[in-house]
């Protein structure tokens, strides 16, 4: 008689489990197929034990997978706009170079216009190299493939070495500029070769926008933290309803005109000034002109600037 129980109760106990163990694979079946048909998880009705934990696991992998899903997404949007806007500045230069070339074998010219010319294309090369330039550094910043060390060191070689690489547009449109002494001794925390960029494309700016015989002038405000560099212009301007947008990647404003440029430069320098921890600002008049001003770190053991 025990015998018969004993065997009734392991038989009993062995449904029992077959059943469970039933219940339980097709629970998790219903959940997996919900995260392979992107469905969401309804709440469960136990709320503690093994197969609640594992349940909750599955809901947690299935947030995961939509959460990269949505990045994968994002970033599809941003390379198609970014491979848009890189065909759309290409375009023209590479237009222009077919019109000058098929200029230079197809008609005769004297030493004059085939100097001209030449100096065309050349214009137009260097304009699609600067273009290619700034693209791969702005694609190396944003996907951080780009070692970039910052040190506290002196501004003013910094200033200076801007300075001289828009010099001749300078002197060229007759702009005076006013460039500070108190430089001299300001230690701020950055990477020279990067900050050059930054400056030079807020120079250049300046000048493109600065009518003949204008005024640029670079100005030096230490702060407890930071010290700021501005680069103040009485050029064209800046409307209000635009202020905010400049520093959109490829965007140009309505005062750009047909003056040169693919909106890269202050994206570009925004990139730059965030690896550095450091920002920009702008106040501008329209009409009037602008002051840009870029807020470097100051070095832990920097002397005040005089």
């Known amino acids: 008689m025990v015998t018969v129980l004993l065997a ?19 629970a998790i079946d219903q959940l997996l197929d919900c995260v392979l048909q992107q469905e969401e998880i309804k709440d469960m009705d136990a709320k ?20 990269q899903v949505e990045v994968a997404d994002e970033e599809k949007e941003q390379v198609k706009g970014l491979v ?26 004297d030493a004059v216009q085939a100097e001209e010319i ?37 501004l003013r070689q910094t200033i200076l070495e801007a300075v ?14 006013e460039c500070p002494q108190a430089a001299q001794d300001c230690v701020l925390y950055h990477n020279r070769k990067w900050t050059v960029e930054v ?6 700016n300046a000048v493109k926008y600065t009518g003949f015989g ?13 010290t700021e560099v501005q680069f103040v212009d009485n050029g064209c301007g800046i409307p209000q309803d635009e202020i905010l947008k400049i520093f959109r990647r490829f965007y ?35 009409g009037k002109g602008s002051c840009f001003s870029v807020f470097l770190r100051n070095y832990s053991e920097n002397l005040e600037c005089r």
């Open 8 to 26: 009734v109760a392991v038989a009993a106990a062995v449904g029992v489990g077959i059943y469970w163990n039933g219940r339980t694979y097709r």
């Open 48 to 67: 503690e034990g093994a197969f609640f934990a594992l349940a909750s696991k599955i809901a947690r992998i299935q947030e995961i997978m939509a959460k």
């Open 84 to 109: 848009s806007n890189m065909s759309h500045q290409l375009k023209t230069p590479l237009a222009n170079l077919a019109v000058y070339t098929e200029i230079l074998s197809g008609q005769r010219l």
């Open 118 to 154: 030449s100096r065309k294309i050349k214009r137009q090369i260097e304009k699609l190299d600067w273009i290619i330039g700034s693209l791969l550094k702005m694609v190396k910043l944003e996907q951080d493939a780009i070692a970039f060390e910052v040190h506290g060191i002196p």
């Open 164 to 177: 001289d690489a828009v010099y001749e547009r300078l002197e060229k449109k007759e702009i005076q500029l």
């Open 199 to 204: 400056f030079v494309n807020i120079l250049e």
């Open 214 to 226: 204008g005024k640029v002038s670079i100005r030096i405000q230490p702060y407890e933290l930071y």
């Open 252 to 286: 140009r404003g309505r005062a750009a005109g047909q003056a040169e440029g693919c909106g890269i430069g202050l994206y570009l320098s925004n990139l730059i000034l965030e690896k550095e921890k450091g920002y920009m600002t702008v106040k501008s008049v329209y």
